[in-house]
């Protein structure tokens, strides 16, 4: 009689209460994917800007430095590198957002043409870094705050702001475009630089009475001009 190999048995081996488990390929999907994390120059950042809320810098230098590091969820600050790594850090959080808390269709979603929303894009920034900076908590309230509120008040804004443009592979252009041309015209510029200048005048005359208002200083409409220029 031959005796059976090995490999046989154990294929065919049941122990009460214990089944063979099922080969990798058929185990099912993770219930939760965790969190998104950001790059290491994000992480470098933001654990920097942690750790001064903690102990903030006592020298002039050092507050200076603070001050001029880029806030990830302040997306206008960043540049290079940082800015690099926000982009695909917040393109995995809007996918794990609408994969792990979204369920019904009819609740708005994050279009996948989020990029070429810049309101999307700040606010999606605020969620992510809030989200990743709940990490570093001992309890879950920081996490539950950010369930509650943050989270859900995103949504809100998103389905109010977005309505029901921008359906799967159909961006909608910015029906608010015309508006905002209009308003940074160089006329409609000038128009308020005129109105700002007359209630400075206004002001003045008011503070040092009729015969002492003072002269505009040298170089204000070329200060106005840079800052418009910069925008």
């Known amino acids: 009689m031959t005796s059976p190999h090995p490999s046989q048995l154990a294929s065919s081996r049941i122990t009460i209460g214990h089944q063979t488990p099922p080969p990798p390929a058929m ?14 120059t994000i992480r470098t950042a933001m654990e920097h800007l942690q750790q001064a809320t903690v102990e903030p810098p006592a020298d002039e ?3 200076r430095e603070l001050a001029e ?7 206008g600050t960043c540049t290079g590198r940082t800015r690099t790594e926000l982009w695909s850090w917040l393109d995995l959080v809007a996918m794990w957002v609408n994969e792990q808390h979204l369920w019904n269709v009819t609740r708005t979603g994050i279009p996948e043409c989020w990029p070429q929303h810049p ?21 879950p309230a920081a996490l539950e705050d950010w369930h509650r509120y943050t989270l ?11 309505g029901e443009g921008c359906q799967p592979s159909k961006h909608q252009p ?20 005129d109105r700002f200048r007359a209630d400075l ?18 170089g204000d409409d070329h200060d106005s001009d840079d800052l418009h220029e910069r925008w």
């Open 27 to 40: 185990l099912p999907e993770l219930m939760v994917k965790p969190f998104p994390e950001p790059g290491p």
């Open 61 to 63: 230098e050092a507050l």
């Open 69 to 75: 590091m880029p806030r990830p969820w302040d997306p």
């Open 119 to 139: 309101h999307l894009v700040n606010d999606l920034a605020v969620v992510a870094c809030g989200r990743y900076y709940t990490s570093f908590a001992v309890t």
């Open 152 to 162: 859900p008040g995103f949504l809100e804004r998103l389905r109010d702001r977005l």
């Open 174 to 193: 910015r029906p608010r475009h015309e508006r905002d041309e209009a308003q940074a015209s160089t006329t409609a510029r000038r128009a308020r630089r």
């Open 201 to 218: 005048e206004k002001a003045g005359a008011r503070t040092t009475g009729p015969s002492k208002t003072p002269a505009r200083p040298a």
